[in-house]
Structures are given as structure tokens and as C-alpha cells.
């Protein structure tokens, strides 16, 4: 199990070396074995996955293949609205959110033959990035126990890094896919703002919320995504644009590509073994091709202001009843970054939104004028130990909570695709991580990139001693 | 410092950031401009 990845699983699959209801037997043993201590899964459908499992493989039997993930269990973060199961969003209240229609994203991985093992463990309403949650228990890092998992998507790296799920779907507002990938030594995905539907899954800041996959290759990354891309009806900011075929070029290496640096900002107040790691990808892409240069980027310190504002004035909005009405349900961090939201002047809101577009643009074309994509550290740090989440007053968690998704939230405000990379591990033994940026609507690019380092650094075979 | 006191001051440290990126914002820079700007990027590309 520890082995599959989604391409070879469902490879396996269709050759009928595999079966669903082994994989997905094998899966439910290991959540049982494991997840008391990991705390990836808020709901487990053991028997909805199981029928579904026997179903595939009468399907397989009679030649009958659903699509391109026929067989491969995935599991879900517990904001996707899935019809028989509870959504909590990481919060008290096991029904929270509840949609018309099944999340789109998740209907379409069922449609290409997706098995849903279940609910993933989150921070409490997408609201923060460290992966904590009392109401659930604290999702725990599988690489060394009683450290973060990085958040708010804690379940869904827990999951994929532990292999208990194959693949998973997260969301990203400030770095909620990006935070646990790199923590838990996974390949995650925020694509492009519009690129992936957003329809029946909570919303926490509709101008910064990202729908991706998370995987343990970039490959599987890319598989997930050519399911889950494309316009939808039922999201009116989903883009028209033309689904490619992401695998078409993945290949192709990075000979000739050009991957800016940035000067400023990004590297500043790094740990030292994240600054090692960084840089030695950084350097092997030169030596399989890349040309590399440096590049002052324009001021994400703005950007991330923005974004901020738009994200507390929307996600007051969201949850108004919550707050209002059941207050003393809420963690306090939690509660604090939510009111923050009912202070905030309409007009600054409005500003934000205005200035978003502006700086949007200056970004794309100062510095993709030169370069096709842009590298840089995803977290500061290697995962911290739990206190880092739970000890302190609210405003010292909170100040924490800034630092540590101050490198991804400018990729929020901007809407552009990036991709979290495995670049290494600390003397602790815990994951470190990069972060690939590209043009909008160019995840092919981004991902061509990823996989070219991984498949050259290697680090993807590693895994954690849970057995 | 109290919960009400960090609220205030990160509320007066975000509402002067935005007012100093925003005192030049032209009269016809609207929300609905960064959609533009991605598909704009985006075919910025697909043209090089």
C-alpha cells in the first residue's frame, strides 16, 4: 500500500493486477491501525467505500472502466459537501455546512472512478495554518509525532503522507494546500483562481479560495487535477478557458526554462535548513537545465495585506450566524480572526478588492515578462512541535499564525497556480519544501517543473515510519 | 494587552496599509479588473 501511487494504482487496476476492494480494504486497515494516533479522518465510510469498491470491480469484470481513477481511493477535507455524510468543517457542529448538490470536485473524481474513503480532519473553518483542532483532536505530523501538520488542510497531508488515501482534495485561502504538503511531505496543488470549481464546498473568502489536489507525486498531482479542471455552471467564477492535457508534456524536463529567484522578501527570517533545502533544489533545476536567475519581485508584503482584509471581511461574512449565535463554540484564535472581519470599514474591503486587480497585474507582468516560472520556500521552518499552535494568548498565536503563511498568502491575492514541493529533510526528520509559481492557467508548466526536480531529487520515495 | 487592544491595533496596522497602497488608485480600477488581469497574463503567454 505504502508503494501505489495513483498512476500505478490505477495502471495496476486496468491490467487487473490489482483489486479495488483489496486497495481499499488494505486502506480501512490502516486508518484502523493508524489514525488514533494521526488523527487525519473526521468521518470514515468504511461501508459506502467497501460497496463502492465491489462495484468497481464488477464493472472491471464486465470491461466496463468509469474513467482514469477507476479504483483509487481518495478521501476529502470536511468542508466538501458529499450527500450521507456530515460536513463539519472542522467545527462542533457535525452537520455545519450543506450544499444542493455534491461538491463538483468530488463528483467528478466519483465520475472518473474515485472511491471516497471519507471526511478529512481540518482546522476549524479553513482558519488557520497550523492544522491544530480541539474539537476533533489535533491532526499529528506522520513524520514525527507531537509535531504540526501544517493547515488548515491538517487530514488531507496527514492522509496521503501516511498512505491511508491514495489522494485528496484540499483548499487553499492563504496556503491551507501548500502548508500541510510541505509539512508533511507531500506534493500539493493551489491551481490557478477559477481554474478548479469551487461549487459545494464551504466557502471561507470566495475572492481567495482555491480547490486542489494533494498527492504524493507531482504526476498524481497533475491526474487529480485534468479530473477536477474546468468550467462549471455552478460556480460562476470558474473560467471558460480550455482544459490541456497536463500529462501531455510533463516530461519534457526543464532544459532552457526560465525560474526566477526572488531577491527580496521570500528568503528573509528562514530557518537554516530551509534555506539549505531551497537553495539545493534551486540548484539542481540550474543543473538539469533551468536558467536561473534573480529577481526583485513587487512588494508581496502588499499583497498580503490585501488579501488579509478580503479574507477576515468575507469570512466574517460566511459565518455571521456562527459567531453571533454560538460564540462559545468557537477555538478562541478562531473566534478573534473572525471578528477581526466585523471591524473592518466597507471601505477598506472595497479598497482591497480594487487594488487587488492592480497589483495582480503588475506581478504577471514584471515578472513573468522575463521568467516562466518563480521558486521559493513554502514555510519558514520545518513543521513546529503542537505548543507552537496551542500555548500562548491569542495574539501570540496569532502573530505566529501570520508568520507562517506569510509566503504563501501573496498566491492567494494573485490567483496564480502553485505547486509544493518535497525538497529534503531536516536533521529532525521533517519534511522541507519549495514552492513552484507560474503564469495564469499554466499549471502544465508548473508542473512539468516539479516533476523534473522530483523525479532527478528523489525524495518522494521516502516515507514515514509508521509500521 | 488585552484581546480588544491586539484587535485594534491590527486593525489601524491593515486599514494604513491599505490606505497608503490605494492613494493612487485611478477612478476606473474596479474589483472585476483581476479577473482581467489572470486571462490577460495567461494570454500574454499563449502569444510569446
Not at chain 1, 479495488?20 to 468504511?46: S, W, Y
Not at chain 1, 489522494?167 to 477559477?194: E, W
Not at chain 1, 510533463?250 to 522578501?265: F, K, M, Q
Request: with cysteine; net charge neutral.
Amino acid at each position: 500500500m505504502t508503494d501505489w501511487t495513483i498512476d500505478g494504482l490505477a495502471a495496476a487496476i486496468r491490467e487487473r493486477k490489482a483489486s479495488t476492494v483489496e486497495v481499499t480494504t488494505e486502506c480501512l486497515e490502516r486508518i484502523g491501525r493508524l489514525d488514533r494516533r494521526l488523527r487525519a479522518f473526521i468521518t470514515v465510510d468504511a461501508e459506502g467505500a467497501l460497496a463502492s469498491a465491489r462495484a468497481l470491480d464488477a464493472d472491471a469484470a464486465a470491461g466496463r472502466w468509469r474513467g482514469a481513477l477507476h479504483g483509487v481511493p481518495l478521501a476529502y477535507k470536511d468542508l466538501c459537501h458529499i450527500r450521507g455524510l456530515p460536513t463539519s468543517c472542522g467545527t462542533k457542529t457535525a452537520e455545519y455546512f450543506t450544499a444542493e448538490h455534491d461538491a463538483t470536485a468530488v463528483s467528478r473524481l466519483r465520475a472518473a472512478g474515485a472511491i471516497t474513503l471519507g471526511k478529512l480532519n481540518m482546522t476549524e473553518l479553513a482558519l488557520g495554518p497550523f492544522g491544530d483542532n480541539a474539537h476533533h483532536g489535533h491532526a499529528d505530523n506522520p513524520w514525527r509525532a507531537g509535531h504540526l501538520t501544517g493547515g488548515s488542510s491538517s487530514g488531507s497531508g496527514v492522509a496521503v503522507a501516511a498512505a491511508l488515501a491514495l489522494g485528496a482534495l484540499g483548499t487553499d485561502t492563504g496556503g491551507s494546500i501548500r502548508l500541510p504538503a510541505a509539512c508533511c511531505g507531500i506534493v500539493g496543488l493551489k491551481p490557478t483562481y477559477g481554474r478548479v470549481s469551487r461549487a459545494g464546498v464551504m466557502p471561507l473568502s470566495w475572492s481567495n479560495d482555491h480547490v486542489g489536489p494533494m498527492a504524493r507525486t507531482v504526476r498524481d498531482a497533475a491526474r487529480l487535477l485534468q479530473v477536477i479542471a474546468g468550467r462549471d455552471p455552478r460556480d460562476g467564477t470558474s473560467s471558460h478557458r480550455a482544459v490541456p492535457d497536463y500529462a501531455a508534456r510533463i516530461d519534457e524536463g526543464v532544459s532552457g526554462l526560465r525560474v526566477a529567484v526572488p531577491e527580496n522578501y521570500f528568503f528573509h527570517g528562514l530557518d537554516d535548513e530551509m534555506t539549505a533545502g531551497v537553495r539545493a533544489a534551486i540548484r539542481l533545476l540550474e543543473t538539469l537545465g533551468a536558467r536561473v536567475m534573480e529577481l526583485c519581485v513587487p512588494d508581496p508584503e502588499v499583497m498580503s495585506d490585501v488579501c488579509n482584509v478580503i479574507a477576515r471581511c468575507e469570512s466574517a461574512a460566511v459565518h455571521t450566524r456562527l459567531v453571533r449565535e454560538r460564540p462559545e463554540e468557537i477555538q478562541p484564535v478562531v473566534r478573534a480572526r473572525l471578528e477581526l472581519g466585523f471591524r473592518i470599514p466597507a471601505h477598506d474591503y472595497l479598497q482591497a478588492l480594487r487594488l487587488r486587480a492592480r497589483l495582480a497585474r503588475a506581478f504577471i507582468r514584471d515578472v513573468f515578462a522575463e521568467t516562466d516560472v518563480l521558486v521559493a520556500p513554502v514555510v519558514p521552518e520545518p513543521a513546529p512541535p503542537r505548543a507552537h499552535a496551542t500555548e500562548g494568548d491569542t495574539s501570540e498565536i496569532a502573530a505566529r499564525q501570520g508568520r507562517f503563511s506569510r509566503l504563501t498568502r501573496p498566491f492567494n491575492g494573485l490567483g496564480l497556480p502553485a505547486l509544493a514541493v518535497p525538497c529534503g529533510y531536516s536533521r529532525q526528520g521533517l519534511p522541507l519544501a519549495f514552492q513552484i509559481v507560474g503564469r495564469p492557467f499554466d499549471e502544465a508548466t508548473v508542473l512539468r517543473a516539479g516533476h523534473a526536480y522530483e523525479q532527478s531529487a528523489g525524495w518522494h520515495r521516502r516515507r514515514p515510519a509508521l509500521d | 494587552m488585552s484581546e480588544r487592544m491586539d484587535q485594534q491595533v491590527a486593525l489601524a496596522r491593515l486599514a494604513a496599509a491599505i490606505e497608503r497602497a490605494a492613494a493612487d488608485l485611478g477612478l476606473e480600477e474596479e474589483p472585476a479588473r483581476f479577473v482581467v488581469a489572470l486571462e490577460d497574463g495567461a494570454d500574454r503567454e499563449a502569444g510569446a
